[in-house]
């Protein structure tokens, strides 16, 4: 028994001079995903900075993919990233700062959640370790001011001017001229696209022709911050002489800096229209000037019998036979019509149609629509089609362009569409052959079978 608890009570001491003997193994740093939205509350049309700070033990072999952050009735647009290190605990931390800017349209509660990052690092130099990551969840909310509940529609910015042009297409005016008006409205603090539209009102003796709306966005590099830029413009068609007036132009607006509703006013503007030399009263455009009575009806026809025949005679044999002709005619003309809208011509029409006016959404839809006409690859997607082009300048233009819809890309030059529409031209022209060429224009074997030809020289008889 004595020996027993010797043995032990060196065991003891064994254990106790030796405390290692219980420690843990050290465990594996884990890569860090902070989010963060800023404010937590804001007006409705202002951003909400969200930061995503991506951290990764040692060094990332590779930038982090992050989804693209787009949330249901705001508008999101990235801002700068910028590199970052730094130690926690003894280890060396390497990552990415990102910010987006997220600008609600409507009050409400707005979540990102159910999003992840994929993260590729070096755990342990040289070998790399891929890691998915879930995004803590950040929501945030949008309201609208009391003082500002009766602006309809609600707009806010940091600062809003606007400004109206007239022109003229002829001085002076006259029956048949066109008067346009333009309206530029300029914000700071807000996307173009939650600009306050502009209802043009409707003038006796004036046709009315409202343009679409024109929408730009301009970033400062350095300081992130954004002015955006709404053209509306509609064209008055003069029907008769007189003296108009267009109607003054009110917008309300929220002024986020001074936390008042402010307003707009633009006059109306008065023109004068010139009676048209020779016209005894003022009618519509395209009516005639001539007074008809039966009695001078009575006197062409009395004065133009002859031909008054040869026309009503063309017009009974028209119409025997020109129901027919019409038809057939209609007939060929839809066919040929329908054929055409689904050649690739026309898709391809389309999608010039679409770069040229600047339009983003419609431009990369239009070229979707493009590519299965084209038929340039047995995939008709865009990567197919930037793989089977082999032009640089092109896959960076449709990068662009896809950059410009989903926000992706940070701080990428923008998509060029003259630079876009040229190169779509020589990828056309250098694909559109290979697809003809991969159908074989050969003869058949069976007009010449294989060895049933007979030399031309065995057929001819020998010369005397």
Do not use: C
Request: zero cysteines; proline letters at 8%.
């Amino acid at each position: 028994m004595t020996r027993w608890i010797g043995s032990a009570m060196v065991w003891i001491a064994a254990l106790l001079l030796q405390p290692h003997a219980f420690a843990q193994e050290p465990v594996a740093a884990e890569p860090i995903v902070q989010v963060t939205a800023d404010p937590a509350r804001v007006v409705v049309g202002q951003p909400v900075t969200l930061r995503i700070a991506v951290l990764a033990p040692n060094y990332m072999t590779s930038p982090p993919e992050l989804p693209d952050f787009q949330v249901r009735n705001a508008v999101t647009r990235q801002l700068q990233s910028v590199n970052t290190t730094e130690q926690r605990d003894g280890v060396s931390y390497a990552g990415v700062q990102y910010e987006y800017a997220i600008s609600p349209q409507e009050p409400g509660t707005y979540a990102i959640a159910d999003q992840s990052v994929s993260i590729k690092y070096a755990a342990a130099p040289p070998a790399t370790r891929e890691l998915s990551v879930v995004l803590p969840r950040v929501s945030f909310e949008a309201f609208i001011p009391d003082a500002a509940a009766a602006l309809r529609p609600f707009v806010s910015a940091q600062k809003l001017v606007a400004e109206q042009q007239i022109k003229r297409s002829s001085d002076p005016l006259r029956a048949g001229d066109a008067v346009t008006l333009t309206v530029t409205i300029t914000a700071e603090g807000t996307p173009a696209m939650l600009l306050p539209p502009l209802q043009f009102s409707a003038v006796d003796g004036l046709r009315l022709y409202p343009a679409q709306s024109q929408l730009e966005d301009k970033t400062q590099a350095r300081t992130d911050v954004m002015t955006a830029t709404r053209i509306e413009s509609a064209t008055y068609m003069v029907e008769r002489s007189g003296t108009y007036a267009l109607p003054a132009i009110e917008i309300g607006w929220w002024n986020v800096a001074g936390g008042k509703v402010e307003r707009i006013h633009l006059d109306g503007l008065a023109f004068t229209v010139a009676a048209t030399p020779g016209m005894t009263g003022e009618r519509p455009v395209g009516q005639s000037g001539r007074n008809w009575t039966w009695a001078g009806i009575r006197d062409v026809l009395a004065d133009h019998w002859l031909i008054v025949l040869l026309a009503a005679i063309i017009a009974v044999g028209l119409g025997l036979i020109a129901p027919r002709a019409i038809r057939r005619a209609s007939a060929d003309h839809r066919r040929r019509r329908d054929a055409y809208r689904r050649s690739e011509a026309f898709a391809f029409h389309q999608l010039r149609r679409a770069i040229g006016r600047r339009d983003a959404s419609r431009a990369y839809f239009a070229l979707l629509d493009w590519l299965p006409h084209l038929k340039a690859a047995p995939d008709s997607t865009a990567a197919a089609f930037r793989a089977a082009a082999g032009d640089p300048v092109l896959d960076a233009q449709i990068g662009a362009l896809e950059r410009t819809l989903y926000g992706k890309g940070g701080n990428a030059a923008p998509w060029s569409p003259n630079e876009m529409i040229r190169h779509l031209t020589a990828a056309r022209r250098d694909l559109r052959p290979r697809a003809r060429h991969g159908r074989s224009r050969g003869l058949p074997p069976s007009i010449n079978p294989a060895g049933t030809s007979t030399p031309a020289h065995d057929r001819r008889r020998p010369a005397r």
